[in-house]
C-alpha cells in the first residue's frame, strides 16, 4: 500500500507480470483486439486483490469509480473499423459498442457492482500520474470514494508487449487514523 | 445570491464566459439558435462520402469540407473573444478536450501511431491558442464532452484553476457511420424521434464547441452567460452497451448534480435530456427522470434536441450545453422534435410542436453512454 497525500494507493498490479508472457482470457462479445480483454482482466486481478470474488462490498460498490488512461486508444478495433471502411466490406456487429472505449468497463462494473463514475482519458503528460491525479480529484470533490483507474496500451513495435496497470486508490485516513497496513 | 460561493456545496461558483458552436445548421451559436427554435432539424442527405452501402444516409451534417482541428481552433479564439481573455489570462488558461481517436491515425503504420496521441489535438490547440497547458482528452464517448465539462467546474470550484477552456469535437464520418450502421443503430425513417411512440433509432451529426468557463470571483471585467452550477456522474453497473433499464445512474447522476448545486426536483425548470431515440435508451432515461424528480417528474419540461441536431457523439454534451445557455438566455424552451405519439414507457412533460416560453433559472443537460456512464450538468441563469 502507498499513500499520496490526499489518496492512499490499496493494490497496483502491473499486466504481464514478470515472466508472464500468458494472452488475456477472451472477452465474451469482443473481437478483433486485445484492448477489452486486457482491461476487463487486469481489472478483475486488481480488485480480486483487495475485495476476493466479486462483487464489491456494497459499502464501496456504489462510490467507486473507473478511470481508463490511454494515449492511443484502442487501434486496434480503430483499423478493424478503418479497413471495413477502406474495403467496403461489412462491419462486425460488435465493433459498434467495442469502438467506444468506455464499453468495456460496463463489463467490469456490472461484474463488481461499480456505481461511481466512468470515465476515459487520453493523458497529456504521464499515464500514471494523470490517472492517479484524476481519481484525486473525483475523490475530493465526492463523486467517488475509491477509484479504480486502469492504465492501457497496446504495443506499437514488433517483439513488444500490450501492457496494463491497474490501481485501487481511495481517500487516505486522516492524519492519526492510518492502519498499520 | 452570493457570486463567489454559488448555492450549494460548490466552492467557488463557476461561470460561462464565452461559447462557440458548430452544428449541422452551421458555424455559430446564432445560426444554432436560429435552427433549434425554427423546429426543422438539420438532417440532410449525407455528401461528405458515399453512403449508398449504409442503410440510412441521412445526418446532420454541415460544411462538407470541414477539419475537425481547424474548426476548434476558430470555435476556441472565439469563446476566448467573447469572455474577453487578455494573452496574459490566456496564459493561464488550462485546456481540456473531449474527442474520439482520429481514424486517419489508425491506417498509419502501427510504429508511427505512437508518436500520435489522442490528446494531440488538445496539446496543438492549446499551443495554436496561447494557453498555459493542456488538460486531459476525454475519450468516453456521449458522456465525453459533459464530463469534460463537470472536470472543469471541479477545478475551478476546488481553486486548482481560475479558468478553463474545453473544447469537443465530432464530425460525422464513414467510421461512425459504420459502426452504428454494423449495430442497427440508425434511424431507417430518417427522423430521430425521442420519447416517442414508433421510434427507430439516432441520426448522427455534427458538432464542434468550445466554452470558457472562469471562477466567478476571479476576473471583476466578466459577463457571464450562465453559470455551472452542479454536476454529477454515476455508473449503471448494469451492462457493456445497455443502459440500466431503471435508469440508476442516470438518477443517481442527477441527484448528485442537484445536491452540489444545492437545488431540488422542484427547482428543476428545464431538461434537455439525452433522448437518443432509440428504445432501449428513451424508456431507461424516462425512469432515471422519474426516479430523481419523483413527483415533480411530469411537470418538468422535457426535450430532447438531438431530434433537430443528431447526436454529436464525443461532442453532444458540449451543444447540449450550448443550447442549455440559450433557454436560459432566452426564455424559451427547443422543441423536442419528430414525436408520433405517446409511449407508454416515455410519461414525460415532453415540449412538443413550438417552442415553450419559460423564464427558466435552473435547466439540465444529462448524457449517457455505453458501458454505463451517466452525467448530468446544472445549468443555471445569470
Not at chain 2, 93 to 100: D, E, I, S
Not at chain 2, 137 to 154: D, H, L, M, Q, R
Amino acid at each position: 500500500m502507498t499513500t499520496a497525500s490526499k489518496t492512499t494507493t490499496l493494490e497496483h498490479v502491473v499486466w504481464p507480470a514478470e515472466g508472464e508472457r500468458e494472452q488475456p482470457p477472451n472477452l465474451p462479445g469482443f473481437t478483433a483486439s486485445p484492448f477489452g480483454p486486457i482491461i476487463a482482466h487486469v481489472a478483475d486481478r486488481c480488485l480480486s486483490r483487495h475485495w476476493g470474488e466479486p462483487p464489491a462490498p456494497p459499502e464501496r460498490a456504489g462510490r467507486t469509480g473507473m478511470v481508463m488512461v490511454s494515449r492511443l486508444g484502442d487501434m486496434a478495433t480503430e483499423a478493424a473499423v478503418t479497413s471495413s471502411v477502406d474495403s467496403g466490406t461489412k462491419a462486425s456487429p460488435l465493433l459498434f459498442y467495442q469502438s467506444v472505449p468506455s464499453a468495456v468497463l460496463g463489463v467490469v462494473s456490472a461484474r463488481w457492482g461499480l456505481g461511481g463514475p466512468v470515465i476515459c482519458i487520453s493523458p497529456a503528460g504521464d499515464p500514471l500520474a494523470e490517472g492517479v491525479e484524476l481519481a484525486e480529484l473525483l475523490i475530493e470533490d465526492g463523486s467517488a470514494a475509491d477509484v479504480l483507474v486502469v492504465l492501457v496500451e497496446l504495443a506499437t513495435r514488433e517483439g513488444e508487449s500490450d501492457r496494463a496497470e491497474a490501481l485501487l486508490v481511495t481517500a487516505s485516513a486522516p492524519r492519526g487514523e492510518e492502519g498499520g497496513a | 445570491m452570493n457570486p463567489q460561493t454559488g448555492p450549494g456545496r460548490t466552492g467557488r461558483r463557476v461561470a460561462v464566459t464565452g461559447m462557440a458552436v458548430t452544428t449541422g445548421y452551421g458555424h455559430g451559436v446564432d445560426v444554432l439558435r436560429d435552427g433549434i427554435y425554427s423546429g426543422v432539424p438539420a438532417f440532410v442527405p449525407v455528401t461528405r462520402f458515399d453512403t449508398s452501402r449504409y442503410r440510412v444516409g441521412v445526418a446532420a451534417q454541415g460544411a462538407a469540407e470541414l477539419d475537425l482541428d481547424t474548426e476548434l481552433k476558430t470555435l476556441t479564439e472565439e469563446a476566448c473573444k467573447q469572455a474577453g481573455l487578455t494573452q496574459g489570462e490566456r496564459a493561464n488558461t488550462l485546456l481540456v478536450a473531449a474527442r474520439h481517436a482520429d481514424p486517419a491515425v489508425s491506417r498509419l503504420p502501427r510504429q508511427e501511431q505512437e508518436s500520435r496521441p489522442i490528446s494531440e489535438t488538445a496539446q496543438w490547440l492549446a499551443r495554436e491558442c496561447g494557453f498555459g497547458a493542456a488538460g486531459r482528452t476525454y475519450i468516453n464517448a456521449c458522456v465525453a464532452a459533459s464530463t469534460a465539462i463537470a472536470e472543469a467546474g471541479t477545478l475551478i470550484s476546488s481553486g486548482r484553476h481560475d479558468r478553463v477552456v474545453v473544447v469537443a469535437g465530432h464530425l460525422v464520418d464513414a467510421e461512425s457511420f459504420t459502426t452504428f450502421n454494423a449495430g442497427k443503430a440508425l434511424a431507417v425513417d430518417g427522423r430521430l424521434r425521442p420519447f416517442s411512440s414508433g421510434r427507430k433509432g439516432l441520426l448522427l451529426g455534427d458538432g464542434a464547441g468550445a466554452v470558457v468557463l472562469e471562477a466567478a470571483d476571479s476576473r471583476e471585467e466578466m459577463s457571464p452567460l450562465a453559470y455551472l452550477d452542479g454536476w454529477g456522474m454515476a455508473g449503471d453497473a448494469h451492462h457493456v452497451c445497455q443502459p440500466h433499464p431503471q435508469g440508476l445512474g442516470m438518477a443517481r447522476s442527477i441527484q448528485l448534480a442537484l445536491c452540489r448545486a444545492g437545488l431540488g426536483p422542484q427547482d428543476v425548470d428545464y431538461v434537455n435530456a439525452h433522448g437518443t431515440g432509440t428504445p432501449y435508451n428513451d424508456s431507461a432515461e424516462t425512469a432515471g427522470l422519474h426516479r430523481a424528480f419523483g413527483e415533480h417528474t411530469e411537470r418538468i419540461p422535457v426535450s430532447s434536441t438531438k431530434s433537430m441536431h443528431g447526436h454529436a457523439l464525443q461532442a453532444a454534451g458540449m451543444v447540449e450545453f450550448v443550447i442549455c445557455v440559450l433557454a436560459l438566455q432566452s426564455g424559451r424552451l427547443p422543441v423536442n422534435s419528430g414525436y408520433l405519439g405517446p409511449d407508454p414507457d416515455c410519461r414525460l412533460d415532453l415540449v412538443l410542436d413550438t417552442p415553450r416560453e419559460r423564464a427558466a433559472e435552473h435547466v439540465i443537460s444529462l448524457n449517457s453512454a455505453f458501458g454505463g456512464a451517466n452525467t448530468a450538468l446544472v445549468v443555471s441563469a445569470a
